[in-house]
């Protein structure tokens, strides 16, 4: 019973990704080989697909 699900690949340099059971929609991943963040914008048994990550500017505040 093995689902094989198409590794996603990194957009900017093609290195497959390794799938993980808890990703999300909306789910950041780093990628291991650039470090291009992507994220998940599609998951379900059949298929996941990424997109580039939007740079989002870590503003806490104080
Ligand atoms: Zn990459």
């Not at 963040?37 to 104080?62: Q, S, Y």
Request: aromatic share 4%; proline share 3%.
């Amino acid at each position: 019973m093995t689902t094989a699900i198409a590794a996603p690949k990194c957009l900017v340099c093609d290195t497959e990704f390794e799938v993980q059971a808890d990703w999300e929609k909306g789910e950041i991943t780093e990628c291991t080989a650039c470090g291009q963040e992507h994220e998940v914008v599609e998951k379900n048994a059949a298929v996941v697909r990424l997109d580039l990550a939007p740079e989002v500017e870590e503003d806490w505040g104080e």
